[in-house]
């Protein structure tokens, strides 16, 4: 069963949406994130992906008061980025309630740190960020495609033992134009030991329908959740 996994996004500790990672476009959707993550649980849902966009600005986590209250107040498992930069940071997010870790832009800058980090707390708690453009790795807050494909990056990071990736294809991100389903059903195909979560562009139910059928290991909703092109009741049958 694929895995629906709704995303908060905290600048000032509100709960916001940005369109292709862009601060300038930037739409606040809750004053509350403990309150909107509350909502997601009641209707049974499990995972929750958290995202600290002041820490991702900063390079240290800056919201970690509200993962501590998300964590003590849900029984949701939380993967928590942004601003995961160093071990201490790791510490942090661990000891705030973090189930897991998202590394994002280390994990294309410093590859060999990255993995020191999934040696020492495993596969299952570090999640490889794969941003990504076109065919390409996205970087520099996802304003440039590099020339790193994203096949290759998932690759090498599976031949040192990372097994989770979220994918987000930023030319959609936050856009309702629908996900990469083509570039899911490749991954899947060629690399099926690694567990992709599809993100960006999810819009409707009917997108769901098809992640699931590639086989992707979960999928990351957010925007379509906060602008109602996906009601929450909906979302209850993929959820066992």
């Known amino acids: 069963m694929m895995e629906i996994i709704p995303a908060i996004d905290i600048i000032g500790g509100q709960c916001v949406r940005l369109t292709e990672g862009d601060f300038a476009q930037q739409t606040t959707y809750d004053s509350n994130p403990v309150e909107v993550a509350k ?11 958290l995202v600290d966009l002041d820490g991702a ?3 240290k986590p800056v919201n970690l008061a509200v993962l501590e209250s998300i964590a003590r107040e849900t029984n949701l498992t939380i993967d928590f980025g ?8 790791i510490k942090q997010a661990f000891d705030a309630g973090a189930a ?8 294309v800058r410093e590859p060999e740190t990255v993995k020191g980090w999934l040696l020492k707390y495993g596969a299952d708690k570090i ?13 520099s ?11 290759d990056f998932i690759s090498g990071y599976v031949q040192t033992g990372a097994k989770l990736f979220i994918c987000t294809d930023v030319s959609k991100d ?29 819009t409707t139910i009917a997108d769901l329908e098809q992640l699931q059928e590639i086989g992707v290991k979960g999928a990351i909703i957010g925007k379509a959740i906060y602008e109602g092109t996906i009601d929450l009741k909906d979302l209850e049958r993929f959820i066992c």
């Open 39 to 49: 909502r997601f649980e009641s209707h049974g849902i499990k995972r929750l992906h």
């Open 57 to 59: 600005r900063a390079k």
């Open 82 to 89: 942004g601003g995961i930069q160093s071990e201490e940071a």
């Open 100 to 107: 897991q870790i998202t590394a994002g832009s280390i994990a």
């Open 127 to 139: 999640i490889i960020g794969a941003d990504f453009k076109g065919t390409n790795i996205a970087i």
């Open 141 to 151: 807050a996802w304003t440039e495609e590099s020339k790193y494909p994203l096949q």
């Open 174 to 202: 936050g856009k309702l134009q629908g996900p990469s389903t083509n570039t899911y059903r490749h991954l899947k195909l060629t690399l099926p030991e690694a567990d992709i979560i599809a993100s960006g562009g999810v």
